[in-house]
């Protein structure tokens, strides 16, 4: 319904979980599974050539990215394996720092961390998926680590799911510096959609939002201990009040144009996060709701060469410059 013909599934588990990798190799068969009994419907792709074809036979297309560099254990022999297994990116760290590469999360100012950035075999990481053809993705990675990674990399990078920081600013959003330089390498910006990240009022709504519910939502973390979950469930139970938090989908749109203005067309992209977010922008509830972007594009007066670039041409070219393989 929304025009979406391929999806990047996140291979995901928290950084606490015990055997990481196996978690990974895990949600990798069960994508193969579905892949599978519905070979009729959906390919699964790792390569912008393979999506092309799959695409012109009317099939929709499956790909997988890493996201959280614990699920290869220091271990490369891992990480060339989740890529022989059909990853085509890893997002270096997730909210928790590896041993070898920072977060964003931790290296905020009040973290105190004694180390930031990339290690010794940080950078081994970042060349392997070079010489692999992985992208790597700078996406909840600290700004010494992001830049850490500037500096060594070969092929043009993504940020998977973040927004700018000039407008709303936190943690896991780009700030102009870093904008540009992913432009300058090439590579591609996708802005997250979660209303935290876009609108910098969001914050104290969402508080003030908690604060009338309190009782019941810490009566739920006292029983499921899982904040998603209570936050999902709120949301929906008292969806009208939600509602009124909801920021308007031009905010969105204000990050793409942001980064357009700043750096062109070229390397920006739609992240939307639509599996690990628990409130969404107005007028975007689900991946139907896409031609809601398209919409408001070209009211903005982007033509339909910009628009096609924008939902996904820009991340076909940096997957498929990250496509040459290095000796």
Same mark, same amino acid.
């Given at each position: 319904?929304?025009?979406?013909?391929?999806?990047?599934f996140?291979?995901f588990?928290?950084?606490?979980?015990?055997?990481?990798?196996?978690?990974?190799?895990?949600?990798m068969?069960?994508?193969?599974?579905?892949?599978?009994?519905?070979?009729?419907?959906?390919a699964l792709a790792?390569?912008?050539s393979?999506i092309?074809?799959?695409?012109?036979?009317?099939?929709s297309v499956a790909m997988?990215?890493?996201?959280?560099g614990?699920?290869?254990?220091?271990d490369?022999?891992?990480l060339?394996?989740?890529?022989?297994?059909?990853?085509?990116y890893?997002?270096?760290?997730?909210n928790n720092?590896?041993?070898?590469?920072?977060?964003?999360?931790d290296e905020q100012?009040?973290k105190?961390?004694d180390r930031?950035?990339?290690?010794?075999f940080g950078?081994? $990481?970042?060349?392997?998926?070079?010489q %692999? /053809?992985m992208?790597?993705d700078?996406?909840?990675?600290?700004e010494?680590t992001?830049? &850490?990674?500037?500096d060594?990399?070969t092929k043009?990078?993504i940020?998977?799911?973040?927004s700018?920081y000039t407008?709303?600013?936190?943690h896991?959003?780009l700030?102009?510096?870093?904008?540009k330089?992913v432009?300058e390498?090439?590579?591609?910006v996708?802005?997250?959609?979660y209303?935290?990240f876009i609108d910098?009022?969001?914050w104290?709504e969402e508080?003030?939002?908690f604060?009338?519910?309190?009782?019941e939502?810490d009566?739920?973390?006292?029983?499921?201990?899982?904040e998603?979950?209570?936050e999902y469930h709120m949301?929906?139970?008292?969806?009208?009040?939600?509602n009124q938090?909801r920021p308007?989908l031009?905010?969105?749109?204000d990050?793409?144009?942001y980064?357009v203005?700043l $750096?062109?067309?070229?390397?920006?992209? %739609? /992240?939307?996060?639509?599996?690990?977010i628990t409130i969404?922008?107005?007028?975007l509830? &689900?991946?139907?709701?896409?031609?809601q972007?398209?919409?408001a594009l070209?009211e903005r007066?982007y033509?339909i060469?910009?628009?096609?670039k924008?939902?996904?041409a820009?991340?076909?070219r940096?997957?498929k410059a990250n496509?040459?393989k290095?000796?």
């Amino acid at each position: 319904a929304g025009g979406l013909d391929v999806q990047i599934f996140s291979v995901f588990c928290l950084g606490t979980q015990e055997e990481p990798f196996d978690m990974a190799i895990r949600q990798m068969d069960s994508l193969d599974a579905i892949v599978d009994r519905y070979s009729s419907e959906i390919a699964l792709a790792g390569s912008s050539s393979e999506i092309l074809n799959s695409l012109a036979e009317g099939k929709s297309v499956a790909m997988m990215g890493v996201e959280g560099g614990h699920m290869i254990e220091d271990d490369l022999t891992k990480l060339e394996t989740l890529y022989n297994r059909g990853a085509r990116y890893m997002t270096l760290t997730w909210n928790n720092s590896t041993s070898w590469a920072t977060s964003s999360y931790d290296e905020q100012p009040e973290k105190n961390l004694d180390r930031k950035g990339l290690t010794d075999f940080g950078r081994e $990481v970042v060349g392997k998926m070079n010489q %692999l /053809g992985m992208i790597v993705d700078i996406s909840h990675v600290g700004e010494q680590t992001f830049w &850490d990674v500037m500096d060594v990399t070969t092929k043009p990078v993504i940020a998977s799911h973040s927004s700018v920081y000039t407008i709303c600013p936190f943690h896991r959003n780009l700030k102009d510096d870093q904008l540009k330089a992913v432009a300058e390498n090439e590579g591609v910006v996708m802005v997250n959609f979660y209303p935290a990240f876009i609108d910098s009022v969001f914050w104290e709504e969402e508080i003030a939002f908690f604060e009338r519910h309190q009782d019941e939502s810490d009566s739920l973390m006292a029983i499921y201990d899982d904040e998603w979950f209570v936050e999902y469930h709120m949301y929906r139970k008292y969806d009208k009040e939600a509602n009124q938090i909801r920021p308007a989908l031009t905010k969105l749109i204000d990050h793409i144009d942001y980064i357009v203005e700043l $750096v062109g067309v070229d390397y920006v992209g %739609l /992240g939307s996060d639509f599996d690990g977010i628990t409130i969404n922008p107005k007028q975007l509830d &689900d991946v139907s709701d896409f031609p809601q972007i398209t919409k408001a594009l070209l009211e903005r007066g982007y033509s339909i060469e910009d628009v096609t670039k924008i939902l996904g041409a820009n991340f076909l070219r940096v997957l498929k410059a990250n496509e040459v393989k290095l000796d």
